[in-house]
Each structure stands twice: as C-alpha cells, then as structure tokens.
C-alpha cells in the first residue's frame, strides 16, 4: 500500500503514523537532535516490514566511516533487500544506493541517490545523503550542484526548506560562492534557529574569507542553538580556529580541554577528528599541548588498521608521531600499503592519492625531516580534495607543507606558500607570520618587519 510522506514523496507502507514518526526522525538527523539511529530501532521494533525505515537506518550509518558501526548497516539493507519485492522505485534506489556503498563503490552509490533526487525532488533523505556523501569524498562541485539541481523545485511552505537551504549553503561555500553562501545559511538560521549545519556553513564562510572576530561572535551568540546538539564538538572546533589565527591560544587550549574532550565524545571518530586536527595546528605553531596528545592517541590506536576512510588515517597518523607511537604508526602505514595493493574500492583510491603520501609526510615531519616531507607532498599538493572533507580541514595539509618549508629553510618555496595563503585570506595574522618568517629567512629583514606589523595589525583590529 502506497502512502506519503509529509512532502507527499511516496512510501510503501500501510501504517501513516509509522510514516509521520520516520518524518521527524528525519527531521532529528538532519537537526543534529537526539538519536535517530535508536528512534529508528524502536520504530522497526514496531514495524518490521518498514522498507523506509530500514533503508533510512542504513543511510544514516553509511555517514559513520566506523568499522565498530559495519554489522549494523548490513543487517538494516539485508532486511531492507528482503522486502524490496513490496519497494516502490524510489525505495529500490535507496536499496541498491546503500548496497554499493557497502560494496566499497562509494560513488556509485552517491548516483544512486542522485537518481533518486531527480525522480523525487522532496526527497529530504536521498538529498541529505547525496550531498554528505560529497563531503566525505571531497567532491566539492557534487556538495552544491545537488542541491542545485532541485532548489527551484523547493519553497518556504515545504517541511524542511530550512535544511536544504542549510545543505546549499554548505555546497556553496565550498566553491567560494561566500555572498550566496552567507545568504542562504543566515536565511536558513532565521527560519530555524537551532540548526547547527546552517550556522556551521555561515562559520566556514567566515573561516575562509578571515572574519575572525565576526566568527567569533557568530559562534558565541548562538552557543544556546549548537550546544547541545550532535553537531557541537565540530562547532567548538570552529569557534577554536578564530581564536587560533588571533593567537589566542590559551582559548584554544580551553576549548579543546572543556569542550572538544567531554567524556560523552570519547570513541566518536568525529570527535577525535576534530582533536587531532586541533592539536596537530597547534604543533605546527610550536605549542607544547603537553600530555594530550597520549590521551588522543589511546583513542586512535585501536583503528590504526581499519583501512575504511583515508580521512580518518591520517588524522590517527597525527597523533600517533605525536606521541612518539612508531610501532602504530608502522601498523597503520602497512596496512595501507597492503590495502592499496589489492583493493578496489573508493577509499583504496583516497588513500593511495593522498592518504598514504600525506600519512608518511606526517611521519618525515614528526622526526624532523623537514625536506622529504616536503617533497612528498609537493607532487600531491593540487590533489588534497580527494582525501574528503572541507576545505577548512584540508587546510592543514597546506599548513604542514608551508610550515615544513620552513623548518628545512627552502625559504623561497615557503614565500611562494605563504603569498599563496594571503592571497587567499589576506587577513589572517598567521598567514602574514608565515610571510614574515620567510622573508627572515632570505635576510630581507625590512620586507619581514612589514609583514609582522601587518600580522600584529590584524590581531589588533
């Protein structure tokens, strides 16, 4: 029997109430809300013939990238598949989307939601799941023209207009289009204030054109909307990086401490994502985090073999040379090694463009081998956007190999780097400090006093 949801997409299923409860679970995820993974649970309890509700559960769990979460999304396109006989066609798509991403054909799946976005436009799922699926593959054009491709179709009198313009605001700003992007994401803020993905778009906007005292308010004046949503910890991790290019660090540092490393985050990967990428700039900047990086590495260290999402390796790469683990790192880079060797898949790819070259850069940079870690990266450095994620979290990479130029006094390659960073956001301090320590390095001390006085002005203003 087919009924509809609340933006009358057609659903398989006898019971409207069912139909209605997977509605808000849907509207939860997207929210950042509760648990919508047991809501779901509870609800194929109830309703074990929910085709939706199982192939709702198993997209939201392809999201995880988590080796610990790998049995469950089987089992829910496992019972899914069983009663895909009684599918519609927008149900099949679903089906065969999750299919392929266990399969490891990640892009495949992506076009299976694709197509299910085309036959039904108010498909909030399929769109949720097209667009962060581009996020974790680092396919920056997918990430907007996902959206774009159906945003006429859509209109404030939709349930959950304000989260597709959230996702397009995202998509947006990734490709630099900041005016619209800020546009749409305050846009979608207004309609819905406690919509963390919204306010997450409008703090990227913030991070890549150098507003950092706008971010900083922005982020500040909405805690009460963020906070206590699933979302936080990457949100803290936002507010951590204005302060980081004031210098601010002993705000960083409290950040990480209070609100980064709250127990309740301990073993979620995008928890420890966020960590390691904060501390690792912070060693970039020669700050002594002390013994948090052994913390973060006790975390890591049980994944160093899962070979399931390059983003993830090297960011437990990250602490690992940290805390001088060179038996884990060891494990983690033999693994891929062996991984590459023989599979197939999307991630096999990530990992051998970027992962890998980035992971043993990481290890020459930790041992003081400043030049392989340069020339290890330089060959890859136009490549970055396969590892996946933001461009603010790709971010790093380019930092690391500016920051290695300098340590190996390739002084000229490090300008080159650091004019590079400016010309981009010229108005970070850390990015004229990079300038400065560079021209320092070629002897054209004027050149790097104009630099500092530029770096101290910004901090200033």
């Known amino acids: 029997m087919t009924r509809h949801d609340c933006r009358n997409v057609p659903v398989s299923h006898h019971d409207q109430s069912a139909i209605d409860r997977l509605d808000g679970l849907l509207e939860d995820s997207l929210a950042f809300a509760g648990d919508p993974v047991a809501g779901a649970d509870a609800l194929l309890a109830e309703h074990p013939d929910f085709i939706m ?36 066609e927008r149900e099949r798509g679903h089906i065969a989307a999750v299919r392929a991403w266990i399969d490891g054909d990640f892009s495949l799946a992506v076009q299976h939601w694709e197509e299910v976005v085309i036959a039904c436009p108010h498909d909030l799922l399929a769109l949720q799941l097209v667009h962060l699926s581009d996020v974790l593959l680092g396919d920056t054009l997918g990430q907007r023209d996902s959206v774009a491709r159906v945003f006429p179709l859509w209109d404030e009198d939709m349930p959950g207009y304000e989260f597709v313009l959230g996702l397009y605001s995202f998509g947006l700003e990734e490709n630099r289009d900041f005016s619209r992007a800020e546009e749409l994401g305050r846009r979608a803020v207004a309609m819905r204030p406690a919509h963390p993905y919204a306010i997450h778009a409008v703090a990227h906007v913030l991070e890549m054109s150098g507003r950092q005292s706008g971010g900083i308010w922005w982020m500040t004046s909405r805690t009460a909307d963020w906070a206590d949503s699933n979302f936080d910890n990457h949100l803290w991790w936002h507010l951590a990086l204005f302060h980081l290019d004031l210098n601010q660090i002993d705000t960083v540092l409290s950040i990480y401490d209070n609100h980064l490393r709250q127990r309740d985050h301990i073993g979620d990967k995008y928890s420890e994502l966020d960590s390691a ?9 020669g700050i002594d985090v002390g013994a948090r990086w052994r913390e973060l590495a006790d975390s890591w260290e049980p994944s ?16 690992f040379v940290s805390d001088n683990r060179t038996q884990a790192a060891s494990r983690l880079l033999n693994a891929n090694e062996r991984y590459v060797d023989h599979a197939t898949d999307a991630n096999a790819a990530m990992s051998r463009i970027i992962g890998l070259p980035f992971s043993r850069a990481l290890q020459a940079f930790a041992a003081g081998r400043y030049d392989e870690c340069v020339d290890t990266m330089i060959p890859v450095r136009y490549r970055t956007h396969r590892l996946g994620g933001s461009a603010a ?17 390739r002084y000229r390659l490090a300008l080159a780097l650091a004019h590079e960073r400016c010309g981009t956001k010229p108005t970070s301090p850390q990015n004229w400090n990079f300038v400065a320590r560079a021209h320092k390095g070629l002897g054209n001390d004027a050149l790097a006093g104009k630099a500092e006085a530029r770096a101290e002005s910004l901090i200033a203003a």
């Open 53 to 88: 509700g199982h192939c709702f559960k198993a997209g939201l769990l392809t999201q995880s990238m988590e080796v610990r979460i790998y049995d469950e999304m089987v089992s829910s396109v496992e019972a899914a598949e069983k009663l895909a006989p009684n599918a519609n």
């Open 304 to 319: 160093a073999t899962d070979t399931l999402y390059a983003f993830n390796d090297v960011h437990a790469m990250m602490t």
């Open 277 to 285: 990428a904060l501390l690792w700039r912070l060693n970039l900047l």
């Open 393 to 409: 979290q790709r971010d790093i990479i380019g930092w690391t190999l500016l920051e290695a130029a300098l340590r190996a006094k």
